[in-house]
């Protein structure tokens, strides 16, 4: 006996053996060939649960945790009531899994209906499916789904979509018949003679994404309308605590939205997990990817739920599903429904506007800094870009050694961007933050 | 239960946000502002906190029944392992990527630079991305990385060749990478059938994804052979890696010819499933096919003696998701392998299949079992004998719900008629197993005594059989209002 998570003594494991007819566990890894069992597994020994925990106390004190970020690019540093650890954090949540046997797994399948109806009404939508992994991921399975539901073969990329979402479409769909066309930005905009240039009958789609990369938001109404009228579809890529303020993927006209879960209740956690959210016009339901669930009655009439639609998916149609997930990212997005619902209605428009608040206050400073201008193409939310003087590099990099992440810079995703930089500002970041990012940005920029 | 939606009261807050410190913006213009807030519920704290307490008790979890659905390994989850996620909470992953940046987070680049090695210690790969997130997405990447290395060698490739046992996963992955199917049917003895493997392999055949241990819970002992054929034909070997709790320091399949292999962390080193997710599919590979790997990577500078952040090399297939993948739960895995340690994993495969073994051993008078060898970690009867009586698997698996246990997995896999696939793991105690078996046991009996019996069941859940028909008809899949 080495570890007390197999609980077997000596002597139950010998009874066991018993019961099977054979005289060692050995005997039960016959069916392996001699010659194919491991020569070599080298891993250290094992220890107890504190010396574990110990060892993790160390590995995290060695990242720096107490930076005053200014930096998002899709993940964002918010509040995070602390219901939402509780109430996730019950094992009866987090030690079950897919609800297969829906009588015994209610709990888990009424919070992903009550998650499908919060990202319905979040975008404005009239389905959504019970989660996908991430954002970026979500995005090309938003793609995908558009190219099935239209059954062409064209996708329009607007290149102010965040570039990591944009190189995980192209992984994607790299190996199949689909051609993707990059519009490149315009200002930090979409470039709409670009677009009307390209947009065909072939197009199956324009993904766009709102606030874009450069934190720049613009309507895109107008697009939708242009978009549909060439028989194509709208997938909008958004960041859903942005929604407590702007225009909803259905009000813009989007027949898929996208979009990346952290910023609901997740922590960064290094970039996961978090969970991808995709909501859709009721017509393309049976091209979404993954799992859903679906309002029933039991035998006694009484409301149920279930998995529902379940031949679009792996287990039933294999090769012909409409995608290959299976394992979603279920309890990241029931933190995701605790944390819409803490907020609620209200709240989650206060939120935004806190957000927006405080960005357009660090704005205002930036921007007072002389040889700082600010990209002023469109309204933004809570990011928005800067120019600087000298490369956004060296200034992170100086800013960083103070504890202080002032922002992305954009040099390595665009060509001629060296001077950029994205500047992010969350509720989470007071004023005397803001006033310290813009005394160091300061300081760094005359040195 | 009622729906949260519909115990909100207008006005009612459940969290307070602080007080602004700034002067209020301009008001955005008109068409860029949405007409009406999201209809979110609106409660107090307290009615949240009751709602989904309660929504949480209406579930079955590892940590109140036994859980044996087959293919999933439901083991238990330590404790230590969530305090341990809870650490590396505020780390922003762009933060790797700044100018100095990864001195800041040597310690989470560091684990997870360990635990890749840890993974491929195991498997006995070359190297490992952590970035899939889940085991289907780890099959894409592995599927994406065969393409590449294909193309890179000017090969023409057609198709993926799969077992009919093999997940459903394994073919739609493929598919996502524009790969045809070959399905090869399972012979009598429990394996994919090898003489049909030996004919329908030809040089357009790009990989052959195999679970080894299958789902049938056999192990081929053929394995080495089929690695050899697919390899005169230069097909790359895939292992799914979904059972990999079978076979820890008893067989690394990077030695018997397996070329790539995901691995299910949430599945096999002990992180929790999260009512359906958050996975962690971290994909391995031989050295051929390292020059592929998805971006970003940590690499070791043995000039400074650090672990940096590699954005980009010359044959990357690119990205499958943002950065290292799923973090916390990488976190978990880890501290998960190295509070097990080397004797701890051997002990745990032992311990999984001595268990399968155990449950075979002790049903196989009552239910009838296709394939009768030793079996590994998990073991697939029929209810064929029951169905005489009128009495299907998911008729016993409704009665195992009445009776405080989560169902197996019933229906799969496919090529087993009225399929009952029992995973115990080697968490439980012998004397949960007994209790199980006897339950089981009671079942047999009862469809013979009482088969009618069973069509009401479950009774003892908050909902009776539900009408999956009515729902994917009627498709509410969201609540109106």
Same mark, same amino acid.
């Not at chain 1, 199956?204 to 613009?218: I, T």
């Not at chain 1, 009484?302 to 039933?316: D, K, P, S």
């Given at each position: 006996?080495?570890?007390?998570?197999?609980?077997? !003594?000596?002597?139950?494991?010998?009874?066991?053996?018993?019961?099977?007819? +054979?005289?060692?566990?050995?005997?039960?890894?016959?069916?392996?060939?001699?010659?194919?069992?491991?020569?070599?597994?080298?891993?250290?020994?094992?220890?107890?649960?504190?010396?574990?925990?110990?060892?993790?106390?160390?590995?995290?004190?060695?990242?720096?945790?107490?930076?005053?970020?200014?930096?998002?690019?899709?993940?964002?540093?918010?509040?995070?009531?602390?219901?939402?650890?509780?109430?996730?954090?019950?094992?009866?949540?987090? !030690?079950?899994?897919?609800?297969?046997?829906?009588?015994?797994?209610?709990?888990?399948?009424?919070?992903?209906?009550?998650?499908?109806?919060?990202?319905?009404?979040?975008?404005?939508?009239?389905?959504?499916?019970?989660?996908?992994?991430?954002?970026?991921?979500?995005?090309?399975?938003?793609?995908?789904?558009?190219?099935?539901? !239209?059954?062409?073969?064209?996708?329009?990329?607007?290149?102010?979509?965040?570039?990591?979402?944009?190189?995980?479409?192209?992984?994607?769909?790299?190996?199949?018949?689909?051609?993707? +066309?990059?519009?490149?930005?315009?200002?930090?905009?979409?470039?709409?003679?670009?677009?009307?240039?390209?947009?065909?009958?072939?197009?199956?789609?324009?993904?766009?994404?709102?606030?874009?990369?450069?934190?720049?938001?613009?309507?895109?109404?107008?697009?939708?309308?242009?978009?549909?009228?060439?028989?194509?579809?709208?997938?909008?890529?958004?960041?859903?605590?942005?929604?407590?303020?702007?225009?909803?993927?259905?009000?813009?006209?989007?027949?898929?939205?996208?979009?990346?879960?952290?910023?609901?209740?997740?922590?960064?956690?290094?970039?996961?997990?978090?969970?991808?959210?995709?909501?859709?016009?009721?017509?393309?339901?049976?091209?979404?990817?993954?799992?859903?669930?679906?309002?029933?009655?039991?035998?006694?009439?009484?409301?149920?739920?279930?998995?529902?639609?379940?031949?679009?998916?792996?287990?039933?149609?294999?090769?012909?599903?409409?995608?290959?997930?299976?394992?979603?990212?279920?309890?990241?997005?029931?933190?995701?429904?605790?944390?819409?619902?803490?907020?609620?209605?209200?709240?989650?428009?206060?939120?935004?506007?806190?957000?927006?608040?405080?960005?357009?206050?660090?704005?205002?400073?930036?921007?007072?800094?002389?040889?700082?201008?600010?990209?002023?193409?469109?309204?933004?939310?809570?990011?928005?870009?800067?120019?600087?003087?000298?490369?956004?590099?060296? +200034?992170?990099?100086?800013?960083?050694?103070?504890?202080? +992440?002032?922002?992305?810079?954009?040099?390595?995703?665009?060509?001629?961007?060296?001077?950029?930089?994205?500047?992010?500002?969350?509720?989470?970041?007071?004023?005397?933050?803001?006033?310290?990012?813009?005394?160091?940005?300061?300081?760094?920029?005359?040195? | 239960?009622?729906?949260?939606?519909?115990?909100?009261?207008?006005?009612?807050?459940?969290?307070?946000?602080?007080?602004?410190?700034?002067?209020?913006?301009?008001?955005?213009?008109?068409?860029?502002?949405?007409?009406?807030?999201?209809?979110?519920?609106?409660?107090?704290?307290?009615?949240?906190?009751?709602?989904?307490?309660?929504?949480?008790?209406?579930?079955?979890?590892?940590?109140?029944?036994?859980?044996?659905?087959?293919?999933?390994?439901?083991? &238990?989850?330590?404790?230590?392992?969530?305090?341990?996620?809870?650490?590396?909470?505020?780390?922003?992953?762009?933060?790797?990527?700044?100018?100095?940046? =990864?001195?800041?987070?040597?310690?989470?680049?560091?684990?997870? &630079?360990?635990?890749?090695?840890?993974?491929?210690?195991?498997?006995?790969?070359?190297?490992?991305?952590?970035?899939?997130?889940?085991?289907?997405?780890?099959?894409?990447?592995?599927?994406?990385?065969?393409?590449?290395? /294909?193309?890179?060698?000017?090969?023409?490739?057609?198709?993926?060749?799969?077992?009919?046992?093999?997940?459903?996963?394994?073919?739609?992955?493929?598919?996502?990478?524009?790969?045809?199917?070959?399905?090869?049917?399972?012979?009598? &003895?429990?394996?994919?059938?090898?003489?049909?493997?030996?004919?329908?392999?030809?040089?357009?055949?790009?990989?052959?994804?195999?679970?080894?241990?299958?789902?049938?819970?056999?192990?081929?002992?053929?394995?080495?052979?089929?690695?050899?054929?697919? /390899?005169?034909?230069?097909?790359?070997?895939?292992?799914?890696?979904?059972?990999?709790?079978?076979?820890?320091?008893?067989?690394?399949?990077?030695?018997?010819?397996?070329?790539?292999?995901?691995?299910?962390? /949430?599945?096999?080193?002990?992180?929790?499933?999260?009512?359906?997710?958050?996975?962690?599919?971290?994909?391995?590979?031989?050295?051929?096919?390292?020059?592929?790997?998805?971006?970003?990577?940590?690499?070791?500078?043995?000039? =400074?003696?650090?672990?940096?952040?590699?954005?980009?090399?010359?044959?990357?297939?690119?990205?499958?998701?943002?950065?290292?993948?799923?973090?916390?739960?990488?976190?978990?895995?880890?501290? &998960?392998?190295?509070?097990?340690?080397?004797?701890?994993?051997?002990?745990?495969?032992?311990?999984?299949?001595?268990?399968?073994?155990?449950?075979?051993?002790?049903?196989?008078?009552?239910?009838?079992?296709?394939?009768?060898?030793?079996?590994? /970690?998990?073991?697939?009867?029929?209810?064929?004998?029951?169905?005489?009586?009128?009495?299907?698997?998911?008729?016993?698996?409704?009665?195992?719900?009445?009776?405080?246990?989560?169902?197996?997995?019933?229906?799969?896999?496919?090529?087993?008629?009225?399929?009952?696939?029992?995973?115990?793991?080697?968490?439980?105690?012998?004397?949960?197993?007994?209790?199980?078996?006897?339950?089981?046991?009671?079942?047999?009996?009862?469809?013979?005594?009482?088969?009618?019996?069973?069509?009401?069941?479950?009774?003892?859940?908050?909902?009776?059989?539900?009408?999956?028909?009515?729902?994917?008809?009627?498709?509410?899949?969201?609540?109106?209002?």
């Amino acid at each position: 006996m080495t570890s007390h998570y197999c609980p077997h !003594t000596p002597q139950e494991i010998r009874e066991m053996l018993d019961a099977i007819g +054979v005289a060692s566990i050995e005997e039960l890894f016959v069916p392996i060939p001699p010659e194919l069992l491991a020569k070599t597994f080298n891993l250290p020994p094992g220890r107890s649960e504190f010396e574990t925990y110990a060892r993790m106390q160390e590995l995290a004190a060695d990242n720096c945790s107490q930076l005053s970020l200014f930096i998002g690019g899709g993940f964002y540093d918010h509040l995070i009531p602390a219901a939402v650890d509780h109430l996730a954090g019950r094992a009866e949540f987090y !030690t079950a899994y897919t609800p297969y046997q829906p009588e015994c797994s209610q709990g888990t399948l009424q919070a992903l209906f009550e998650y499908q109806t919060a990202i319905c009404r979040l975008t404005g939508l009239e389905v959504s499916n019970a989660s996908l992994y991430d954002g970026a991921t979500a995005l090309a399975e938003g793609a995908l789904m558009a190219l099935r539901a !239209t059954n062409r073969s064209k996708l329009l990329v607007d290149g102010c979509i965040s570039p990591i979402a944009r190189q995980v479409l192209a992984t994607y769909l790299s190996n199949l018949e689909v051609e993707i +066309v990059a519009l490149p930005p315009l200002d930090g905009l979409l470039n709409r003679q670009e677009l009307a240039a390209q947009l065909d009958g072939d197009t199956a789609a324009l993904l766009v994404q709102y606030p874009n990369v450069f934190g720049c938001v613009e309507d895109f109404s107008p697009v939708a309308e242009q978009v549909h009228a060439a028989g194509g579809l709208l997938v909008t890529a958004v960041y859903p605590v942005a929604l407590g303020m702007l225009t909803s993927p259905a009000e813009i006209g989007a027949d898929i939205a996208v979009g990346d879960g952290q910023s609901l209740g997740n922590p960064l956690s290094f970039g996961g997990p978090s969970f991808g959210f995709i909501a859709a016009k009721k017509a393309c339901i049976r091209n979404m990817p993954g799992r859903i669930v679906g309002e029933t009655v039991d035998k006694n009439g009484q409301r149920g739920f279930v998995l529902t639609l379940q031949a679009r998916e792996q287990h039933i149609k294999r090769h012909k599903a409409t995608s290959n997930i299976c394992s979603n990212q279920s309890l990241c997005a029931l933190r995701g429904l605790i944390f819409l619902s803490a907020l609620g209605k209200g709240g989650l428009a206060e939120l935004a506007q806190l957000n927006r608040d405080k960005a357009e206050y660090a704005k205002s400073c930036l921007a007072r800094i002389p040889g700082v201008t600010v990209l002023q193409s469109a309204p933004t939310f809570n990011e928005f870009t800067v120019s600087l003087p000298k490369a956004a590099d060296q +200034v992170v990099g100086a800013l960083l050694a103070k504890g202080i +992440v002032a922002g992305l810079p954009l040099g390595q995703y665009f060509e001629g961007s060296q001077n950029l930089m994205v500047v992010t500002v969350t509720e989470k970041r007071s004023r005397k933050e803001i006033d310290l990012l813009v005394k160091e940005l300061e300081v760094a920029l005359c040195n | 239960m009622q729906l949260i939606f519909e115990q909100s009261v207008p006005g009612r807050k459940g969290v307070m946000l602080p007080a602004s410190d700034v002067p209020r913006a301009a008001a955005l213009p008109e068409g860029l502002r949405r007409a009406e807030p999201a209809a979110l519920p609106e409660l107090s704290e307290l009615d949240l906190v009751r709602h989904f307490t309660n929504l949480s008790r209406r579930n079955f979890s590892v940590d109140t029944h036994f859980y044996p659905l087959g293919s999933c390994t439901m083991k &238990y989850n330590a404790k230590v392992l969530e305090n341990a996620a809870g650490l590396f909470s505020p780390l922003h992953p762009l933060t790797a990527l700044l100018p100095g940046g =990864s001195d800041l987070c040597q310690g989470a680049l560091g684990m997870l &630079y360990d635990l890749g090695q840890m993974l491929a210690d195991v498997t006995g790969m070359d190297e490992v991305t952590t970035q899939p997130l889940a085991g289907a997405h780890g099959e894409m990447t592995g599927m994406l990385l065969i393409a590449a290395y /294909h193309k890179a060698k000017g090969n023409k490739k057609k198709y993926v060749v799969v077992p009919d046992s093999s997940h459903g996963t394994n073919p739609a992955s493929a598919a996502m990478v524009g790969y045809e199917i070959i399905t090869i049917p399972t012979a009598l &003895y429990g394996d994919m059938d090898l003489e049909l493997f030996r004919q329908a392999m030809n040089n357009e055949v790009a990989a052959v994804m195999m679970t080894c241990p299958n789902t049938l819970g056999l192990f081929n002992p053929h394995i080495k052979e089929i690695a050899d054929i697919a /390899h005169s034909h230069d097909a790359l070997m895939y292992y799914d890696g979904a059972n990999l709790n079978a076979i820890m320091g008893k067989v690394r399949p990077g030695d018997v010819g397996f070329d790539v292999i995901h691995v299910n962390l /949430h599945k096999t080193f002990g992180t929790p499933h999260g009512g359906g997710g958050p996975g962690s599919g971290p994909v391995g590979v031989k050295k051929a096919l390292v020059p592929f790997l998805p971006m970003p990577r940590i690499v070791h500078d043995d000039d =400074s003696g650090q672990l940096r952040v590699q954005t980009d090399s010359p044959q990357t297939i690119g990205r499958t998701a943002n950065f290292f993948g799923n973090f916390g739960v990488m976190v978990k895995a880890y501290a &998960y392998m190295i509070m097990l340690g080397r004797e701890g994993l051997i002990e745990v495969s032992e311990q999984a299949v001595l268990n399968a073994n155990y449950i075979k051993e002790r049903l196989k008078d009552y239910f009838e079992l296709p394939y009768q060898q030793t079996c590994m /970690h998990e073991v697939v009867f029929s209810a064929s004998r029951q169905l005489e009586h009128g009495v299907h698997a998911i008729d016993i698996a409704k009665f195992l719900i009445d009776k405080g246990y989560h169902p197996p997995t019933v229906y799969f896999p496919l090529i087993v008629k009225e399929a009952i696939m029992i995973e115990p793991t080697e968490t439980e105690s012998k004397q949960t197993l007994d209790a199980f078996i006897e339950v089981m046991i009671e079942a047999a009996k009862l469809a013979e005594s009482d088969p009618t019996a069973f069509a009401a069941m479950p009774v003892s859940m908050p909902v009776t059989r539900l009408d999956e028909t009515k729902a994917a008809r009627e498709q509410n899949v969201c609540c109106v209002g």
